[in-house]
């Protein structure tokens, strides 16, 4: 146990970006025998789950096609998408995931059962929070080892242990309890992933009670623990990370407003928008056209609609990080691909005045957009333009894209059990490499910005690959 005690500690240390001194004298014994272990505990388990989203949401995003490092801080490759095992970006995101997995199974075995302080509600926390690292190693690597020095699970395996983990926090807290509700739309999430269609639904269903249905992680930046995800979006002096322009209107999500370290906007994990999402899906995927654009008309008018705005300054935002200068900058028209017609709103004039953020969830799709559509890869198009848009730069979109991370060198050379298989990232042969999934022209004597890619239309042209569309393959 103690090797587990510092071994802990070591992760809690590598993942600060603060110079906190560690202090000598607590070891195992005097912490696990202190009265209210248990609520420190949960600080720091909370802390580090907003560490393992600094890293998550960070990686995922630059792979997708949502964001575009034009700068030089975090990965300069994954924009590629070059995702190597000897990467160091690669192992950060393992160690984060595998020290929230960590500190809950310790909690859950050493630290809550010997503190009379503790009570069922911590439990339940403890088992979201084992399920949640679970639920990352499923669905963003190949395969993660589901134990310290352990043998290397699937992502169907660590999805497994997860709906366990959270069946056990479920039990743990009454019913109308909103944790509780946030933990059932994980189950969906999770069934989701594995293409359990069926209680994909019963599930997502189930979590409709509630429209506003929101948990997020929370950042205090006074106390070292930034928003990685809005340094580079907004409180840096150089715009960091650049949105597809087709994307623009929905940056930035995260922003401050006066000191920045006392105004870290929280990152959202589930909102009750994946429910409809997910319903929808399985609707559509069996053929059953009329419902699920009835379920996404929904979505739009009584979730996404009700969500909050704030109007922002955000004139400071120039693209300038260096990379690419030729964003543009005023309200041009924009085109998906080659083949779309022109479309207004989507690129901003940040110089002229205020602009709409969309904190929790924002999207461009209409319902006269899915009344048009008839057919299911219409729909299906629509649904994902609706999940990249309402996910934006909540490190969703790189899964929707089929690509996982690979287990990490460092992982390969102290763990026997890794194979060269588990050494290899998953990147669809459908990905266009060089960048091309944040490439554009830009047009500017007639103001129009055109994607190389509509990577939503690569999705529905490929729909039968094996890594996307869980209910199709």
Not at 217 to 245: C, H, M, R
Not at 411 to 416: F, G, H, I, P, S
């Amino acid at each position: 146990m103690k090797n587990i005690f510092q071994y802990i500690i070591i992760i809690l240390l590598l993942g600060s970006t603060s110079c906190n001194v560690l202090n000598p004298n607590v070891t195992e014994e005097v912490y696990i025998g202190n009265p209210g272990a248990t609520s420190s505990w949960m600080n720091g388990l909370r802390r580090q789950l907003g560490i393992t989203m600094n890293s998550v949401v960070v990686y995922a995003e630059l792979v997708s096609d949502n964001y575009f490092n034009n700068r030089t801080q975090s990965s300069k490759v994954f924009d590629i998408p070059q995702i190597d095992y000897f990467d160091l970006d690669v192992n950060t995101a393992q160690v984060r995931v595998q020290g929230l997995r960590t500190m809950a199974e310790y909690g859950l075995s050493t630290v809550l059962p010997q503190d009379a302080s503790s009570k069922a509600a911590d439990s339940a926390e403890v088992y979201f929070t084992l399920a949640f690292a679970h639920i990352l190693s499923g669905e963003l690597f190949t395969g993660l080892p589901g134990s310290t020095g352990g043998v290397v699970l699937t992502p169907s395996q660590h999805l497994n242990i997860a709906l366990e983990n959270l069946n056990k926090a479920i039990a743990l807290l009454p019913e109308g309890n909103s944790e509780r509700a946030a933990y059932s739309l994980l189950k969906a999430r999770v069934y989701y992933s594995m293409g359990d269609a069926a209680n994909a639904a019963q599930y997502a269903t189930a979590a409709m009670t509630s429209a506003s249905l929101l948990r997020q992680v929370k950042y205090d930046g006074v106390n070292s623990v930034s928003n990685d995800i809005q340094t580079f979006l907004f409180s840096s002096t150089n715009n960091e990370f650049a949105p597809l322009p087709r994307l623009d209107f929905l940056d930035p999500k995260y922003y401050h407003i006066g000191v920045i370290s006392a105004d870290q906007k929280p990152v959202t994990i589930v909102k009750a928008e994946e429910a409809w999402l997910i319903l929808a899906e399985t609707q559509i995927s069996a053929n059953a056209l009329d419902a699920g654009r009835q379920t996404l008309k929904d979505l739009l008018s009584q979730v996404v609609a009700k969500r909050p705005t704030v109007q922002l300054d955000d004139k400071k935002e120039t693209r300038n990080g260096g990379n690419r200068t030729d964003y543009p900058l005023k309200a041009v028209k924009v085109k998906f691909d080659t083949t779309d017609s022109l479309r207004d709103a989507y690129v901003l004039d940040r110089q002229a005045g205020n602009i709409t953020a969309y904190t929790v969830s924002g999207t461009k799709v209409t319902s006269a957009e899915l009344d048009a559509a008839t057919t299911q890869d219409q729909l299906l198009y629509l649904l994902y333009r609706m999940r990249q848009e309402i996910f934006m730069a909540e490190g969703r979109r790189m899964t929707d894209l089929g690509i996982r991370f690979p287990v990490s060198q460092t992982e390969q050379l102290n763990n026997k059990n890794v194979k060269d298989s588990d050494i290899k990232a998953q990147i669809p042969s459908f990905i266009p490499l060089n960048r091309g999934m944040d490439d554009f022209t830009y047009d500017v004597a007639n103001g129009v910005v055109t994607m190389k890619y509509d990577m939503n239309k690569v999705l529905i042209a490929n729909k039968q690959s094996k890594e996307i569309f869980p209910f199709i393959n």
